[in-house]
């Protein structure tokens, strides 16, 4: 459920009870469209997450450390100028609107004390931060800056007066009186479902509050407003203010999961009637917790793909470019293949050059390289003697020799470079953390694929990211690289000669490896981690995915040879279907050790 005036009311209600009073201490926008502010209030200490994605925006307290550009943001700098070390005073939310005020005292230039004003308006791609002066209701600065180009009755431009978003006609759901609400109602149209006409005339209604709200009165969501009876009214707007008492009282907040593999369905600050039968609560204390736990892997993926799309369209062209290279080298391997035809001809004219007149075109001799000593016909240049024709086809031999030595050569160094770079699509795809995809962004730059930009100098010695560590049923340790770089860290330098390797056999993936301390390793444990590797390699959706393994000693990484590519021998080969939860289940032994 995106964010609506329910949630906005749970968060204030948090943050009043938390952090109001509070100090900032520090500031810091870890990305283009998000600020994390650090406060100390009632002797502890928060984190305030405040995000204008267009995909994902929201507030809450967070736990979760991100990190900071070595350059801070203008908006950042502006924001520690104003409110770093100011006090603050109130937390509200406007109406009952997605739209958060909190109002900071601090001292301004001049060594006075102001108040300015933080304002977060949570409305999905039109979400926005902006800091404003609450004397004179000035805006000083936005995260986010709106011309009169993007919208002509709403510039969000510094010096420019502040503008609430427009409320597009609709009403303040919190103790409406009867007559009020049934009067936006009846503004829809009569086809429209009665769910639809309440979340577009009530303000901070989200569809799935609207449907509660028609649950709670009995009333299929889907009826049009012209079948509404007058009773049908009255039961609506009880149950309206029902649900909005819970506004009032303590809240609930909540993930809502399937009951069968308890899967992430969506999040409320209260239970929701809807819900009740066809899934289930797991509650929590705080609905910053919740918004943590929803969002986290929800923002990331978004990011991620974000951060890494020119990556994936970089890489997935030079797939499509060696494709082509190798049929095209194919194409020439074949007709390099003619050889032994001009090696014949020219050994067959050289034995017949008597008979080779001045301004032939071609000569007919005796094959005698075929069992059935038939005639060949020899096209010769006219222009050329016999003896500079036979001449001729040795040479056009041996240049087509050395091409075909070429064409394989260049055939197998294709191959490898598609190779590396399925393996490189599939590691893209799979990241979990932007340390990883600046990691990739680094592994192109040194092998010379791509340009180094400027602002990756400072940062590479930063970005090192590690294996993942699970621990098998029978408690060894096993490793999973996540990219390249640490594949090779972890085959060539962590794992000792004895530890078993694992990989999927021809299809790109991760190495994993089983810490073995020089003991014998269980069965169980070495289908554990053959199961791991074929669940982080590109196979990890198919059935019967073959799996090699061997011990380390045996794993070899040729001179010259690509990140993340190596050969081995002596090796085994297990035949293994990934279980969807064979992560979760590792981990799980991870967390009892």
């Not at 400072?458 to 294996?467: G, R």
Request: hydrophobic share 35%; net charge positive.
């Amino acid at each position: 459920m995106p964010f609506d005036g329910m949630v906005i009311s749970a968060i204030v209600n948090e943050l009043k009870n938390k952090i109001q009073k509070g100090k900032i201490e520090k500031i810091y926008q870890p990305e283009a469209d998000e600020i994390n502010i650090f406060i100390r209030a009632f002797k502890e200490k928060y984190k305030l997450l405040i995000s204008a994605s267009s995909k994902n925006p929201r507030i809450h307290l967070t736990k979760i450390d991100k990190i900071n550009p070595q350059t801070p943001p203008m908006f950042c700098m502006l924001l520690r100028k104003h409110l770093q070390g100011g006090r603050i005073l109130d937390i509200r939310q406007k109406e009952f609107e997605r739209i958060i005020v909190i109002d900071i005292e601090s001292y301004d230039e001049l060594g006075f004390m102001s108040i300015k004003q933080l304002i977060i308006e949570i409305m999905g791609k039109h979400s926005n931060i902006i800091l404003i002066d609450k004397s004179e209701n000035k805006i000083i600065d936005s995260i986010k800056r709106i011309s009169s180009d993007i919208n002509r009755y709403r510039e969000v431009l510094p010096n420019k007066a502040y503008i609430a978003p427009p409320s597009q006609g609709k009403v303040n759901p919190i103790n409406i009186p009867f007559e009020a609400f049934t009067k936006a109602l009846k503004r829809s149209s009569l086809g429209t479902p009665i769910y639809k006409a309440i979340y577009t005339s009530m303000q901070g209604i989200s569809p799935t509050a609207s449907r509660e709200i028609c649950f709670r009165a009995n009333i299929h969501d889907d009826k049009a407003i012209a079948d509404l009876s007058s009773d049908n009214y009255q039961a609506l707007w009880n149950a309206l203010n029902d649900f909005m008492l819970l506004s009032k009282d303590s809240f609930t907040p909540n993930i809502i999961v399937s009951k069968e593999n308890e899967h992430v369905v969506d999040f409320y600050c209260n239970h929701l009637k809807i819900y009740e039968k066809i899934y289930k609560y797991i509650d929590f204390d705080s609905i910053s917790t919740v918004l943590e736990e929803y969002y986290i892997k929800r923002d990331l993926f978004h990011r991620l793909k974000q951060k890494s799309s020119d990556l994936r369209k970089f890489v997935t062209n030079t797939i499509h470019k060696l494709y082509n290279k190798s049929q095209k080298l194919q194409e020439e391997f074949i007709t390099a293949s003619n050889l032994e035809t001009h090696k014949i001809y020219g050994e067959l004219l050289t034995a017949n050059l008597h008979l080779v007149k001045k301004g032939d075109a071609q000569i007919e001799v005796i094959n005698y390289y075929d069992p059935d000593a038939s005639t060949i016909s020899i096209p010769l240049n006219t222009n050329l003697s016999p003896a500079q024709n036979a001449q001729k086809y040795f040479k056009k031999y041996t240049k087509a020799k050395t091409a075909q030595k070429e064409i394989q050569k260049q055939l197998k160094d294709t191959k490898d470079e598609i190779q590396y770079f399925e393996n490189l699509l599939h590691t893209i795809e799979n990241a979990s953390s932007l340390s990883e995809i600046e990691e990739i962004r680094l592994e192109l730059i040194d092998e010379g694929y791509i340009k180094k930009k400027k602002s990756l100098a400072s940062t590479k010695k930063n970005i090192a990211s590690k294996p993942l560590s699970f621990i098998s049923s029978d408690g060894f340790e096993i490793l999973v690289g996540k990219n390249n770089k640490q594949n090779d860290q972890l085959t060539l330098k962590i794992a000792s000669k004895k530890d078993l390797w694992f990989h999927t056999k021809d299809i790109p993936g991760s190495h994993v490896v089983i810490i073995s301390h020089n003991k014998e390793v269980p069965e169980t444990t070495i289908l554990e981690a053959a199961e791991l590797a074929a669940f982080h390699s590109k196979g990890k959706m198919s059935s019967n995915v073959p799996v090699d393994y061997t011990q380390v000693k045996n794993v070899k990484k040729p001179k010259s040879a690509k990140p993340g590519m190596v050969i081995y021998e002596n090796y085994k080969t297990i035949y293994i279907t990934p279980r969807e939860n064979i992560v979760k289940i590792l981990e799980n032994n991870k967390s009892k050790s």
